[in-house]
């Protein structure tokens, strides 16, 4: 298992950006996929972006393709999430996960349960 920790939420205006950081433990993380994942109160914990760490594809929802990008810097085991032109709609808790289950395929990355580690999450608010 990875330990993670989320950084860099808060509170903006809509229309504004934020950019949250994901530091993870260990040194290779090579087979590893990393997720970001989103939920507000009262309602299901959702897909936003995820990243496998090897050959850095990406993949993202469709609610915030084009506005969010995920990266990551392999030097110093962090997962980054830029988030542009922000919503309301956007604010939730965000979590950051990683996962070794789906190395072999390019296809469930937005399945929740099938990450094994998880983050504390950080606050994203933002006010219209």
């Known amino acids: 298992q990875v330990q993670l920790v989320e950084s860099g939420g808060g509170l903006v205006q809509a229309g504004g950006s934020l950019r949250l950081s994901c530091a993870a433990s260990?040194?290779?993380?090579?087979?590893?996929?990393m997720g970001w994942f989103r939920q507000a109160p009262g309602k299901e914990r959702e897909f936003v972006a995820a990243?496998?760490?090897?050959?850095?594809?990406?993949y993202y929802a469709d609610s915030v393709k084009g506005r969010f990008t995920i990266s990551r810097d392999n030097a110093k085991n962090t997962v980054y999430l830029q988030m542009n032109s922000l919503k309301p709609e956007d604010t939730a808790v965000y979590y950051c996960?990683?996962?070794?289950?789906?190395?072999?395929?390019?296809?469930?990355?937005?399945?929740?349960?099938?990450?094994?580690?998880w983050g504390q999450g950080t606050q994203v608010t933002v006010s219209s």
């Open positions: 996960a990683a996962t070794p289950r789906l190395y072999y395929t390019d296809t469930y990355y937005y399945r929740w349960d099938l990450y094994d580690d």
């Open positions: 260990g040194r290779t993380f090579s087979r590893y996929t």
């Open positions: 990243i496998r760490w090897g050959d850095g594809s990406t």
